[in-house]
T-cell receptor
Framework: AQSVTQLGSHVSVSEGALVLLRCNYS??????LFWYVQYPNQGLQLLLK??????LVKGINGFEAEFKKSETSFHLTKPSAHMSDAAEYFC??????????FGKGTSLLVTP | EAGVAQSPRYKIIEKRQSVAFWCNPI?????LYWYQQILGQGPKLLIQ????????DSQLPKDRFSAERLKGVDSTLKIQPAKLEDSAVYLC???????????FGPGTRLLVL
């Protein structure tokens, strides 16, 4: 079965600082990996996804993630945090039936 | 392009009552998903439809939950009778095909008292 583990339920960064949200996966097949963002009282919005090909994936709002097979990781980064980045972030892996298996989420707090 | 629509946005009921949620996917999307998101957790799949057929309902508590997608477009999810532990956000998502990107609706927040 495919699963993901998000390290750190809460991350706090200063505005302008690097954002690093960690995600490790477990999969018996080549994984399809996703990062979604959820703002309060809203649904999930896709930030980026990795299927095949280039291991560095660029997404919306300046986010990117790198697929590292040797480390079974798919960490999300952004060079400079903005106040509007404060939200809940979910890493997910596609399961055998194409539904998504989500991690527990990481709450990002951005301080002035 | 219109997104995934869900209603109601909020619902408060007492335990043992019944409740129904509605979802209208993005036009042309054949695959529809219902996820349950309990506070502090990631979404968990309840049921997946391909057109009007069920692909995966292995995690649906069938003694109290039911879902249908009769015409292969919109879908309803019902809980009867509700339990306290059903308090959660119910998210609907759709995709063009099973291997395509899933787009999520705003969710229905259910509180069972």
């Amino acid at each position: 079965a495919q699963s993901v583990t998000q390290l750190g339920s809460h991350v706090s960064v200063s505005e302008g600082a690097l954002v690093l949200l960690r995600c490790n996966y477990s999969s018996s097949v080549p994984p399809y990996l996703f990062w979604y963002v959820q703002y309060p009282n809203q649904g999930l919005q896709l930030l980026l996804k990795y299927t095949t090909g280039a291991t560095l994936v660029k997404g919306i709002n300046g986010f990117e993630a790198e697929f590292k097979k040797s480390e079974t990781s798919f960490h999300l980064t952004k060079p400079s945090a903005h106040m509007s980045d404060a939200a809940e972030y979910f890493c997910a892996v596609r399961g055998s039936g194409y539904a998504l298996n989500f991690g527990k989420g990481t709450s990002l707090l951005v301080t002035p | 392009e219109a997104g995934v629509a869900q209603s109601p946005r909020y619902k408060i009921i007492e335990k043992r009552q019944s409740v129904a949620f509605w979802c209208n996917p993005i036009s042309g999307h054949a695959t529809l998903y219902w996820y349950q998101q309990i506070l502090g957790q990631g979404p968990k799949l309840l049921i997946q439809f391909q057109n009007n057929g069920v692909v995966d309902d292995s995690q649906l508590p069938k003694d109290r939950f039911s879902a249908e997608r009769l015409k292969g477009v919109d879908s309803t999810l019902k809980i009867q009778p509700a339990k306290l532990e059903d308090s959660a956000v119910y998210l609907c998502a759709s995709s063009f095909g099973t291997s395509e990107t899933q787009y999520f609706g705003p969710g229905t927040r259910l509180l069972v008292l």
